[in-house]
T-cell receptor, first 115, second 113 residues
Framework: GENVEQHPSTLSVQEGDSAVIKCTYS??????FPWYKQELGKRPQLIID?????GEKKDQRIAVTLNKTAKHFSLHITETQPEDSAVYFC??????????????FGKGTHLIIQP | EAQVTQNPRYLITVTGKKLTVTCSQN?????MSWYRQDPGLGLRQIYY???????DKGDVPEGYKVSRKEKRNFPLILESPSPNQTSLYFC????????????FGPGTRLTVT
């Protein structure tokens, strides 16, 4: 099955600086890579996603890049703000032989924005 | 309002006492899934369902059962809960499996003593 590794597990940055979270995946057939943000005590919510036919996608201060050859993808947050403090999860859509599939998540990155 | 609901939100139970956590969505989504979240382990998929009467195991299915008799409901059943099933459980749904956004429920915090 799919295996997703996420680094770092904790990331502390100064407010206004950029933050980068990296993930690698193992299944070359995976083709959908979402990022979810989970604030303390809340449910995970999708913030951005990318499909394997695209190398980069941006939405205001957040961007995701995908390198299919190296099987890794990254989340970039620029001009970080206090409300960016949360746990971020990357995920990859995993295939199984029968056509059924599910999302495999990384273990999460706790992003701390220092004032 | 489009949403995924779960009940109960909090549950403390004893080892061996069967329990069911309900999940319901009002978005006519075909795909539904259960995850458990444990510190340092992220979100791990327990079971998923691609449509009514179609379910499949995720990464950690041992000790759990599910059913999908109606499109909107996807209950999670613990026939004989054990302490290692103490966790935060999330139900999620999406339009399909082709890379659609998954909408998560509010979570159910289960403690098994």
């Amino acid at each position: 099955g799919e295996n997703v590794e996420q680094h770092p597990s904790t990331l502390s940055v100064q407010e206004g600086d950029s933050a980068v979270i990296k993930c690698t995946y193992s299944d070359s057939a995976s083709n959908y890579f979402p990022w979810y943000k989970q604030e303390l005590g809340k449910r995970p919510q999708l913030i951005i996603d990318i499909r394997s036919n695209v190398g980069e996608k941006k939405d205001q201060r957040i961007a995701v890049t995908l390198n299919k050859t190296a099987k890794h993808f990254s989340l970039h947050i620029t001009e970080t703000q206090p409300e960016d403090s949360a746990v971020y999860f990357c995920a990859a859509r995993a295939y199984s032989g029968g056509g059924a599939d599910g999302l495999t998540f990384g273990k999460g990155t706790h992003l701390i924005i220092q004032p | 309002e489009a949403q995924v609901t779960q009940n109960p939100r909090y549950l403390i139970t004893v080892t061996g006492k069967k329990l069911t956590v309900t999940c319901s969505q009002n978005m006519n989504h075909e795909y539904m899934s259960w995850y458990r979240q444990d510190p340092g382990l992220g979100l791990r998929q327990i079971y998923y369902s691609m449509n009514v009467e179609v379910t499949d195991k995720g990464d950690v299915p041992e000790g759990y059962k599910v059913s999908r008799k109606e499109k909107r409901n996807f209950p999670l059943i613990l026939e004989s809960p054990s302490p290692n099933q103490t966790s935060l459980y999330f139900c999620a749904s999406s339009l399909g499996t082709g890379g659609y956004e998954q909408y998560f429920g509010p979570g159910t915090r289960l403690t098994v003593t």
